[in-house]
């Protein structure tokens, strides 16, 4: 089993740090993972991918440390460009750890197709006549050779809505619920959309305009708990190259948090940053794993309005022992067969890391960073503010954008930091004075 605790990791260089990830899975240590030595996609399978290829982006893969999840250990892989992101996952995830980590589940990965049905005379008739052969319809659509049917999924109910009133006037929703197992599903909840539709069409006297599924999958969610025990939430902050130290016990840390969360329940301006703090752990494994992050993020900001008011998507508050627990239930479709996820070696070495089984488990991981980086975000607001520890990394993003390469990125970003002066007329300023001094003591 993987110890995700991998003590001194951030200290070290790019080359240790493979090293010893390749030791935390030793001797059985996956292949696949040299894929991100090189991005692992080649142009020729690019090509293959989109249309009009002309080259390929890269982007940072880090690993967030410390998870447990459902009392296993899991090291995540995070495709992100913003600094902080990994850092905050994997020290959230570390105070998490002390009282057992994450618990978390996932429903039967059930997907929504939907079909608009025009020119219906009577929508009540109509969905009545829909739902009497439910049953039949059913079966039909699963009569047509699938891969996802061979894998136990399929079409598994239908639901009829009316639409009274629209720009167009009234017309009729059929849903074609489907379990797409392992995989997210999208061409096999179309496919079989499409295949319904005649037979809508025939039973309703309508014209079937769209067929598509949906992306606010609301009946394959995922959700994550955990409960951090107030001692674990003390924090001693120490301005950088400063004399300023500010302390906050745990019981102000927990209830700072639950004071953030209560605007973001209440605010739907706020609730969108907070649910973007989600995402910001959301999003950089879903794309590490070659998922849909449009999908993810439409589904989620769906869930979140679903009330009718946008929303936190998640929860804090205080248990009977003045714990923090922390929810998150939101959407996620999110597949670990087909499309992307199988043709993107670095996808596959992604999925060997977190040694997931399924679509489910991969969603449980998912909700459970997505916990752990709302938990990061909300802990520096109501602490110490975003700025301070976001300075010195940016600070490392500065140093690199004025020329600073090897030990020196680091050089220069501490001493902007320590300045408090994070600029790129500064770092190229520090730059040249350690260059030269450096020069000066290689000649002496
Ligand atoms: C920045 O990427 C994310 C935050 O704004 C999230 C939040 O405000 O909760 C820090």
């Not at 990830?21 to 993972?33: I, M, N, S, Y």
Request: net charge neutral.
């Amino acid at each position: 089993m993987t110890n995700s605790r991998i003590v001194g990791f951030y200290a070290l260089g790019l080359a240790a740090r493979r090293a010893k990830l390749a030791e935390a899975f030793a001797p059985q240590t996956p292949p696949e993972l040299s894929a991100w030595t090189t991005g692992g996609l080649s142009a020729e399978t690019a090509d293959h991918m989109i249309e009009n290829v002309v080259g390929m982006y890269s982007l940072p893969l880090g690993v967030a440390l410390n998870f447990t999840i459902n009392g296993r250990d899991v090291l995540v892989p995070m495709v992100v460009e913003e600094p902080s992101i990994v850092a905050g996952a994997s020290f959230m995830a570390k105070l998490a750890r002390s009282n057992g980590g994450f618990a978390a589940t996932s429903t039967e990965p059930l997907m929504i197709g939907q079909l608009q049905v025009l020119d219906v005379e009577d929508l009540n008739q109509a969905a009545e006549q829909v739902l009497a052969r439910k049953a039949e319809l059913l079966t039909y659509v699963d009569a047509a050779e699938s891969s996802l049917k061979s894998r136990g999924g399929g079409a598994r109910d239908l639901e009829v809505r009316s639409i009274a009133e629209s720009p167009i006037g009234k017309f009729l929703i059929v849903h074609l619920i489907y379990d797409v197992r392992d995989a997210m599903g999208a061409n096999a909840v179309n496919t079989a959309c499409e295949r319904l539709a005649p037979k809508i069409e025939e039973i309703t006297g309508g014209r079937v305009h769209l067929k598509i599924l949906s992306n606010l999958s609301d009946k394959r969610m995922a959700k994550a708990t955990c409960v951090i025990p107030v001692k674990e939430l003390e924090f001693v902050a120490r301005d950088v190259g400063r004399d300023n130290i500010s302390t906050y016990t745990g019981k102000e840390v927990r209830d700072g948090i639950i004071a953030a969360y209560a605007f973001a329940a209440a605010d739907p301006y706020r609730a969108a940053t907070h649910n973007k703090g989600i995402m910001n752990g959301v999003d950089p494994v879903v794309i590490a794993t070659g998922n849909d992050w449009r999908a993810i993020e439409a589904g989620a900001h769906a869930y979140a309005a679903r009330s009718g008011k946008y929303a936190s998507l998640s929860v804090w508050s205080k248990d009977d022992d003045g714990n923090l627990v922390g929810e998150l239930e939101m959407p996620l479709a999110v597949g670990i067969v087909g499309g992307a996820t199988k043709v993107h070696p670095a996808a596959q070495a992604a999925i060997k890391l977190m040694d997931v089984k399924s679509a489910g488990e991969l969603a449980e991981v998912i909700v459970s960073v997505g916990l752990a980086q709302n938990m990061a975000a909300l802990r520096a607001l109501a602490t110490e503010g975003i700025q301070r520890g976001h300075m010195s990394l940016h600070a490392r993003q500065v140093a690199i954008a004025a020329g600073a390469s090897g030990e020196l990125i680091e050089k220069v970003a501490s001493q902007m930091a320590e300045e408090r002066i994070v600029r790129i007329d500064r770092a190229k300023e520090i730059l040249k004075t350690m260059e030269s001094g450096k020069r000066r003591a290689t000649q002496a």
